[in-house]
């Protein structure tokens, strides 16, 4: 394959492409869903596909096949440089990957135990034991559990001469219980996931995880409504981690930036935060869902700088927002699979922990809000407004947490609320998931952080 | 496009040889082209050809499912011979009776294929995404930083083991352009989404012309504060998206055979207005979801969800139709906004087009009837909470009205409120209907629905 990749980026440049790459992937995806005690799907899904991609001028052209002969290669190879060509005129701005570096590399997967060296019995047979687990209470109507396995292999070829080849491999375990009293439900939910094999679900107690889940849905049937307005929040590894990925992540991707979509457009080197706020993006990470090797051009992931002591560093980068902001790329060029297009996308995003424990930030807290999960978050790098949306919370009263508050939404102006950070805690969580870029294209990214205390608009019903 | 009709014969064949009591086989193909606008200019063209296939097979009550891209036909047998292997491994599935059972297919569905669109290259999309940006940057300085043109071409094949063999072929349209307007300090942004399977009709120009009003009024917005509480209109694309996360949850028989429908006891209650009615409707002309056969090949019917505020049915696919012994059709893979991967997943139960009738007031005429009262033009994420039907939203445009009139554009603020409860309190219904795209554009299911005017919901500012 690596052969057949070499000729289409040959036969790009033979046409006029001024850079090209080739990709080969092979994703397999395996899941196990329980519902209430019954298996209710197992399944297997193998995904195969080549994405030739040319540049000429300023103007990119992409084109996938899952036909993955020499012919149906050098076909697509065609059609990337005359997409291309077709709209070069049309863009003013040139685009010169010249500083890109060559690399030959083949890296495995650094897992220990890989998952399709486990037999199903052992997967299934811990997927069963996570949903009975659930169900601690007969208020506890609906018990789903989910195992999945996503073991992806890339080739890369490109016109600089980098020949690479490497292998992610992910596990993940989900849980997810509702429960009802009356006309009343409400649910709770945990997921562990990282780049890691089967060891990750070896680690796992699925009692102890079932049993959380369950008692925790049980609880919110007694949760009283949230409040509404400007509070202060003791917002969870999760949430806080929403406010680095959705908020000051998307609006660092440098993609935002060159475009002057991004409200931190010309924020290097001012002050975003108190100085209790570092934060960064890590595609190194180990363990953590969002490492990757390398990033969908071939660029190693890295360690990046965003926030440092509250002051704003820098962005994450492609290789056409390198070259074009004359930086070096930062391994974030990543695209959903080989027929998407490559944007500037996270790994793994976090603030960095701090010196309170949280014990001791509920302790200083008069009135307030605990945060506990959550259900999901939205970007918006043009305003910079936050929203995200706890799963639950509790209320904090005199330095105490007291009574459980189910889902609601906090918002408001990101650089105001990370402007009212005071407590930073020295506990640190990373949560793992998929993010979307707009509308779509969704990679495997982690957030979290530490607990951070923070004035936030909090509203829910 | 690749033969899929063939593919499925060769996998019912093989399977039958195989010995499975029932095997299911979903092939499909597609075509589809992009065009990307960064910077209001031309920036990356896509063209991409693919085919895959999803086969579920049973050994007598053991169910195993899997998929493949399909480069040759090899690649659907080794599929087939992965189903296998997983049904002998999975414990017995109580509940799985058959696949569906052949079912003559009366309905037609118009406007679902549009020829334009296999003959249309990335090129041609290109074209026609600068119309909106000349369009939208006829504004002094509005820009347009990001947006895209997609559009896809299918074919899709479903065949069984009870002999059952149907087809449909469609096009699928989606765009997504935003602009930005800055001054002062302060920037406005302006989103719009098309849904479509029809590229001709498509007023590329005004839709320019409406992200770039969208910018000006965001721009011209100030930070809410404080609380109120007073009539909503919610604008008809976000009422839609809000139904999609909660209302298709709760009708859904899935949910319902699992009791997690909050619903789920509830057919024959007066639940909501007297004016409220829900429909699906899988034969809406030019709907994102409409076909003659769901995607299990059972015939699509029209059904009556909600009847003048009471609940009359929820929908099934055949597996929950069989454990709750109710007609099926809404079995489902297709996404709304892209065909893409739709073979990776089995078909599970989802609305079609979900659909509330328009009523007779125009969206002014709905404003000029509140004394006081808020305007929701656009939330950031308009998605509620599917049990509890609660929701604390954060506003991105909005307008508060006075006396009948806008008298100011809001945005930093959240609409709380719960939308279950709100469906039992609508005060008007408007005749502007238009899609509300699902949460995510490969998902099943389209909202179709007017604006609509509720009572019981909060604004909160940030003071």
Request: negative net charge.
């Amino acid at each position: 394959m690596m052969e057949r990749l070499s000729k289409s980026v040959e036969k790009t440049l033979e046409m006029g492409a001024h850079f090209a790459d080739a990709r080969f992937e092979d994703r397999k995806i395996s899941t196990i869903f329980v519902v209430n005690d019954e298996l209710r799907d197992y399944q297997n899904m193998s995904m195969k596909g080549v994405g030739i991609r040319a540049l000429v001028g300023g103007s990119w052209g992409l084109s996938s096949t899952s036909r993955l002969d020499t012919d149906s290669l050098l076909e697509a190879a065609e059609r990337a440089v005359r997409i291309a060509k077709h709209n070069a005129g049309k863009v003013e701005k040139k685009v010169s990957l010249d500083s890109a570096k060559s690399m030959k590399k083949s890296l495995a997967a650094r897992v220990k135990k890989n998952p399709l060296d486990v037999d199903s019995e052992s997967k299934l047979s811990f997927v069963m034991d996570l949903t009975k687990a659930q169900k601690v209470d007969d208020r506890v109507v609906n018990t789903n559990s989910r195992y999945g396995e996503k073991i992806y292999n890339f080739l890369l070829v490109n016109s600089f001469g980098s020949e690479l080849e490497w292998e992610e491999i992910r596990t993940f375990a989900f849980a997810h219980s509702v429960a009802a009293e009356g006309d009343k439900r409400e649910f709770s939910y945990d997921v562990k996931d990282g780049t890691k094999g089967f060891e990750l679900i070896e680690e796992i107690d699925p009692n102890a995880m079932g049993e959380k889940v369950g008692n925790e849905s049980i609880e919110l049937l007694g949760a009283k409504r949230p409040p509404n307005g400007m509070m202060t929040v003791v917002a969870d590894p999760d949430i806080s981690g929403l406010l680095a990925h959705e908020v000051m992540g998307h609006a660092s991707e440098a993609d935002e930036v060159v475009k002057k979509r991004s409200f931190l457009t010309p924020m290097v080197g001012k002050r975003v935060a108190t100085d209790l706020i570092s934060m960064v993006d890590d595609g190194t990470y180990p363990g953590a869902n969002g490492m990757i090797p390398f990033d969908s051009e071939g660029t190693p992931s890295a360690h990046t700088s965003i926030i440092e002591k509250g002051v704003f560093r820098g962005y994450m980068h492609s290789l056409e927002t390198a070259a074009e902001m004359g930086v070096e790329p930062t391994g974030n060029g990543r695209a959903e699979d080989f027929s998407r297009r490559v944007w500037v996308r996270m790994t793994n995003t976090y603030f960095k922990k701090g010196s309170d424990s949280l014990d001791e930030m509920i302790e200083e807290t008069k009135e307030g809000v605990l945060t506990s999960k959550a259900m999901r978050g939205m970007e918006d790098p043009v305003g910079g407004g936050f929203e995200a949306v706890a799963l639950k919370g509790y209320l904090i009263k005199n330095g105490e947490v007291t009574d459980p508050i189910p889902s609601f939404t906090l918002t408001g102006s990101a650089l105001d609320i990370l402007n009212t950070v005071d407590l930073v805690s020295k506990e640190f969580e990373l949560s793992g998931g998929t993010c979307g870029k707009g509308d779509e294209d969704w990679v495997n990214v982690s957030s979290g952080g530490p607990f951070i205390r923070a004035k936030i608009v909090v509203g829910g019903a | 496009m690749m033969d899929l009709g063939s593919v499925n014969e060769r996998v019912i064949s093989k399977a039958t040889k195989e010995g499975v009591s029932a095997v299911e086989s979903f092939s499909v193909s597609w075509r589809s082209k992009s065009a990307y606008i960064e910077d209001s200019r031309p920036n990356f063209a896509i063209e991409d050809e693919q085919s895959g296939m999803g086969v579920k097979v049973a050994l007598g009550k053991k169910v195993g499912f899997a998929s493949s891209s399909l480069q040759k036909d090899e690649d659907a047998l080794a599929a087939l011979d992965a189903a296998i292997k997983i049904a002998k491994l999975s414990p017995e599935d109580t509940h799985f009776e058959s696949f569906p059972p052949i079912k003559e297919v009366t309905g037609s569905v118009e406007g679902v294929y549009d020829g334009t669109i296999p003959e249309s290259s990335s090129v041609d999309l290109m074209d026609r995404a600068m119309i909106v940006v000349e369009s939208a940057t006829a504004t002094k300085d509005m820009e347009v930083p990001k947006g895209m043109i997609r559009a896809q071409d299918y074919e899709f094949r479903i065949s069984n083991s009870t002999g059952l063999e149907n087809g449909h072929r469609g096009t699928l349209l989606f765009l997504s352009f935003s602009s930005k307007i800055a001054e002062g300090g302060k920037s406005g942004e302006g989103i719009e989404k098309v849904y479509s399977t029809q590229l001709k009709g498509i007023d590329f120009e005004s839709i320019g012309e409406k992200i770039s009003s969208r910018a000006i009024n965001t721009i011209n917005a100030t930070a809410f504060k404080g609380k109120l509480e007073a009539p909503v209109i919610i604008a008809n694309s976000e009422l839609g998206q809000m139904l999609l996360s909660s209302v298709a949850f709760a009708v859904s028989g899935e949910h319902v055979n699992k009791k997690r429908s909050p619903w789920a006891d509830k057919i024959g209650s007066k639940m909501f207005s007297e004016s409220l009615n829900i429909k699906d409707d899988p034969l809406l002309p030019g709907g994102m979801q409409s076909a003659p056969i769901d995607d299990e090949g059972t015939p699509a019917v029209r059904k009556t969800l909600v009847e003048k505020g009471v609940l009359k049915q929820f929908i099934y696919d055949h597996y929950n139709a069989q454990i709750a012994e109710q007609e099926g059709g809404n079995g489902f893979r297709r996404g709304v906004g892209t065909i893409e991967k739709s073979h990776f997943i089995p078909a599970s139960c989802s609305v079609s087009n979900l659909t509330i009738p328009p009523g007779s007031k125009g969206l002014d005429e709905m404003i000029s009837e509140l004394d006081k009262g808020i305007y929701v033009e656009k939330f950031a994420a308009p998605e509620v909470n599917q049990f509890s039907g609660a929701f604390g939203l954060e506003v991105r445009n909005a307008a508060l009205i006075e006396k009948g009139e806008i008298r100011e554009y809001v945005k930093f603020a959240l609409l709380t409120g719960n939308l279950y409860e709100g469906l039992g309190k609508v005060l008007m219904i408007g005749n502007d209907s238009a899609i509300g795209g699902p949460w995510m554009v490969s998902s099943p299911g389209a909202a179709y629905c007017p604006s609509v005017a509720f009572d019981g919901f909060q604004l909160v500012g940030q003071e």
